[in-house]
């Protein structure tokens, strides 16, 4: 009984803390503490085993060579994003997909589905592909909410599609195989994508204006200092096959080398980011845009890791005071049907997600909810993927979408007065999508194990 109220006063304090605006690894650590000192005693020796814990678990964490792996494939997807091959690939999608109603709109999802293969962040995908596809979808008359729906929507890909940031601290923080996980998001991720593709279609076909048919826009009418009527220069067949090769000889390098057992995931992150450098000479990035790219690399990374250590020190504190077993005997004896008990887990992660970034959340409950699905039947895997596709979609739900606020400030001098509200309406229907997604895995659990039981048997 003492053990179940001290877990109750830890979830009481952690969420008043984020709630008021702490941020969430201070949250973590005072919490964790909170817990130590509660469970061993409110004496000087509590104080002495709070130290000793937090540094125990600060150098295991940090020192484990799986860690390598976030700030590797964070540099890979910076150098590429840096070369400007995610723009040519873009346009030369743009042509190839010419007689295809929405062709801009499907250009930016199946770009999108591309970048997410070498960036792994939803946010690095929002951002540029805003300040890529948005000025060219208005040129064409796109209607700017379904524009900048589309961005949003499909910039979800980026923590669906390996190598997924999200994938690697799922991995690190229940203990699963981060090559297992990046196999088992493939499947999901390309069902995804055509599912994405199919509503962008569907839409040009039933309302033709929202794709620019039948709007016409007059060299000089202005948004935000683009010139809506002025043609974007066209990327030259040779400089596409060279920007697609390069992004797909990362993709068979990195994901090919890492399931066939080449080498582990931070070697693959390693050789990604060294490929990913060879494509940005080769495309001419300039010294400023190295360092430049390194130094985000370390904005990006250094508060995961933080992060990290507080999740890892959080863990244990769960293992303490029996708040993890009381929350999973509340679950299971729940008397609810398996599929109800994820239900209301995907609730949980669609209230978090508008409120604090997925990795946070994910700091906050992979710990908690992976044991309860395995002890539920659930394929680990397939509970992670589901996990993935919740937590992002989380990041679409008013009032704080982080994506949404992402594409709002990223066209913010393009295009000013658009209203954030408008593209949170316009991304509901990329929102319904992954929830049909998670539905069909919960369903059919094979679309997210096929691939990693056959690589890795």
């Not at 994506?403 to 709002?408: A, E, H, N, S």
């Amino acid at each position: 009984m003492f053990e179940a109220n001290i877990a109750i006063l830890l979830i009481v304090c952690l969420i008043a803390l984020v709630a008021i605006g702490v941020h969430i690894a201070i949250a973590l650590g005072m919490t964790s503490a909170l817990g130590i000192f509660l469970v061993t005693g409110s004496d000087i020796y509590a104080f002495r085993t709070v130290q000793t814990m937090l540094a125990a678990t600060a150098y295991e964490a940090i020192r484990e060579f799986v860690f390598a792996v976030i700030p590797l494939f964070l540099l890979m997807g910076e150098f590429i994003s840096k070369s400007g091959t995610v723009t040519d690939v873009y346009r030369g999608l743009n042509r190839l997909l010419r007689r295809l109603p929405g062709r801009l709109g499907i250009a930016t999802v199946l770009g999108n589905a591309l970048f997410s293969f070498v960036t792994g962040v939803s946010i690095a995908s929002a951002a540029t592909f805003s300040r890529i596809a948005y000025p060219e979808m208005r040129r064409f008359g796109y209607h700017p909410g379904f524009a900048l729906g589309t961005v949003a929507g499909s910039s979800c890909l980026g923590m669906l599609i390996p190598p997924s940031v999200l994938m690697i601290v799922w991995g690190i923080l229940t203990e699963q195989s981060i090559g297992q996980l990046f196999a088992g998001g493939v499947l999901p991720g390309l069902m995804l994508t055509s599912m994405f593709v199919m509503y962008v279609f569907a839409m040009a076909l039933i309302k033709p204006s929202v794709v620019g048919v039948g709007v016409v826009h007059n060299p000089g009418t202005m948004v935000g200092g683009v010139d809506l009527g002025e043609e974007t220069p066209e990327v030259s067949t040779t400089q596409f096959l060279i920007s697609l090769f390069g992004i797909v000889a990362v993709i068979v390098a990195v994901l090919g080398g890492i399931w066939f057992g080449i080498f582990s995931p931070t070697e693959g992150a390693g050789a990604g980011a060294f490929i990913g450098l060879v494509l940005a000479l080769i495309k001419g990035m300039k010294f400023r845009d190295f360092i430049d790219a390194v130094l985000s690399v370390g904005k990006t990374s250094a508060p995961i890791l933080l992060l990290l250590v507080a999740a890892s020190l959080y863990s244990r504190t769960l293992a303490m005071t029996g708040m993890a077993n009381a929350i999973e005997s509340l679950f299971i004896g729940s008397g609810m049907e398996p599929w109800m008990i994820i239900g209301v887990m995907v609730l949980i992660w669609f209230a978090l997600g508008m409120i604090i970034d997925s990795i946070s959340i994910m700091l906050l409950t992979a710990a908690i909810f992976s044991p309860i699905a395995i002890q539920l039947g659930f394929d680990p895997i397939a509970f992670a993927i589901i996990a993935i596709i919740a937590i992002e979609a989380g990041l679409l739900t008013p009032p704080f979408g982080l994506l949404v606020y992402t594409v709002k400030s990223a066209i913010q001098d393009i295009d000013p007065e658009m209203n954030v509200m408008t593209i949170f309406k316009s991304s509901i229907p990329y929102w319904i999508i992954m929830l049909v997604a998670m539905a069909l895995i919960v369903r059919f659990p094979e679309i997210a194990t096929v691939l990693p039981n056959a690589l890795f048997p």
